[in-house]
């Protein structure tokens, strides 16, 4: 077995270990929402969320509302224009702004995936996370070795299971 060096170093790595397990969050949710016929690339769901509630947005605009870099923005909205879910808009008031806004074909995918997938996923997270005590280094360990055990996209998969038995 590989040693896991970013968790035996504690403390030091703390900012790896965050990004390690958001895109581990990440891929997983995307697997699911990919074994549900949406296939987009992981990291994106942010973006159109801000944009179905706040937009049009500018690159700056949804950069700062997520805390993320102009950059990364810019590839992930390439990626969504190609995809025909975002598409720029005409600012009458100023036409140096190039907002960004959901197209009918991104709303639409947003509306159904918000209906029918992401209770899933939010139950399937809170249902890893609960009961957390000790550290937040314990924490971490704990959501990882959860984890292994059950990827969130399978969790995410039974608790969806679990309700259509029930309704």
């Known amino acids: 077995m590989v040693r896991d060096f970013t968790r035996e170093m504690g403390y030091l790595p703390f900012g790896s270990r965050l990004k390690r397990v958001g895109e581990r969050l990440q891929a997983e949710t995307a697997r699911f929402l990919q074994q549900a016929g949406i296939d987009l690339p992981k990291g994106v769901w942010p973006l159109l969320l801000t944009l179905d509630q706040d937009g049009p ?59 029918e997938l992401w209770p899933h996923i939010e139950a399937a997270v809170r249902e890893l996370c609960t009961s957390m005590q000790g550290s937040i280094l314990d924490q971490l360990d704990r959501i990882e070795d959860e984890l292994d055990r059950l990827p969130l996209d399978r969790r995410a998969a039974e608790i969806r299971d679990r309700e259509n038995d029930d309704g």
């Open 57 to 115: 947005l500018t690159i700056g605009e949804l950069a700062a509302a997520l805390g993320v870099s102009q950059p990364g923005v810019t590839r992930s909205i390439r990626q969504l224009e190609a995809a025909g879910l975002v598409e720029a808009v005409p600012d009458a008031g100023d036409r140096r702004r190039k907002p960004v806004a959901a197209t009918e074909k991104g709303a639409e995918i947003l509306a159904a995936t918000r209906r």
